[in-house]
C-alpha cells in the first residue's frame, strides 16, 4: 500500500510539472510580437525609359535624357556618342 502512496505522489509531481513546464513555454510564444517586421523605407520605383520595365531608384541608371534599367537601354535610347 505504501507503493502506492508513492506511485500516485510521484505520477501527481510530474503531471504538475509538466504543467508548469507546458506554461513556462507557452509564455514567450504569447509574449513574441506576432507581427513581422516592417520592412525599411520602399525604394521609389521608375519606369525605364526604354522599355518601361519598373525598378528600384537605387538600380536605375541615370541618363541625359531619362533613367534606365541598364546601360544597353540608356545607350539605345541617348546614342553611343554620350559616354566615352
Ligand atoms: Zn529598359
Redesign the pocket.
Known sequence: MKYVLLIALALGLIWWWRLLVRKNQARPKDAAPASPPPPGPADDMIA?D????HLPRSEALIGARGT???AA?REATEGRSQGS
Not at 526604354?50 to 520595365?53: E, I, S
Request: charged share 0%; aromatic share 12%; proline share 0%.
Open positions: 525605364c526604354h522599355c518601361g520595365l534606365y534599367c541598364s537601354h
